[in-house]
């Protein structure tokens, strides 16, 4: 690459015309060097068509623009539940996210050496959470754990030191949330 540059530039001081110039420098990686596109006639044989009847194959194909409400069963094969809560039951409330999920996530940091289970989406009282779920976690682990916690209360965030995501999801779909 670098002998056809030198060569180039040589080209140009010496005064040959830049026609000669652009057949023997050679892009090795780039759209300029591909072939003009011709009319798409040459590539393929196609057909507008404004029919509904053909259309409704079509948007079969085309993806969702909305996520849709997902069933009420609840022995599905994913292990997925749906919220069963509702807000006023508990002082607290976890909302799902938009795809029906739960909020629940690890967040690794230092190189893979701190593990922080985060909860969000929470609203209501979440120091009540966050005593109910430090109060779970201690039945679970005994003593053998210090259950440190972070609430962050404007952002309605409740950080758990430790990977604790299995427990505090098993927890919400046990209470409903």
């Given at each position: 690459?670098?002998v ?6 040589a080209?140009?001081r ?14 090795d ?8 596109a011709?009319?798409?006639s ?13 259309w409704?194959?079509v948007e079969?194909?085309?993806p969702l623009?909305?996520?849709p ?24 409330f ?9 909020p ?10 701190r ?20 109060k779970?976690?201690?039945?679970v ?14 952002c309605?965030?409740l950080?758990?030191?430790?990977d ?14």
């Amino acid at each position: 690459m670098a002998v056809r540059i030198l060569f180039k530039n040589a080209m140009l001081r010496s005064g040959i015309s830049l026609r000669l110039n652009s057949l023997i420098y050679k892009r090795d990686s780039s759209y300029r060097s591909s072939p003009i596109a011709q009319d798409s006639s040459c590539y393929a044989k196609y057909e507008v068509s404004s029919s509904p009847e053909e259309w409704k194959f079509v948007e079969r194909l085309l993806p969702l623009t909305t996520i849709p409400t997902p069933s009420d069963r609840k022995d599905l094969p994913s292990g997925w539940q749906p919220q069963t809560a509702t807000f006023g039951k508990y002082p607290y409330f976890v909302h799902r996210t938009r795809n029906h999920m739960l909020p629940v996530y690890l967040k690794v940091s230092m190189r893979g050496t701190r593990r922080i289970t985060q909860i969000n989406n929470v609203d209501g009282n979440i120091w009540m959470l966050e005593e109910a779920i430090k109060k779970y976690l201690m039945r679970v682990y005994g003593d053998k754990k210090i259950i440190a916690t972070k609430v962050h209360e404007v952002c309605g965030h409740l950080c758990i030191h430790g990977d604790h995501v299995s427990r505090v999801k098993e927890w919400l779909l046990k209470k409903g949330l």
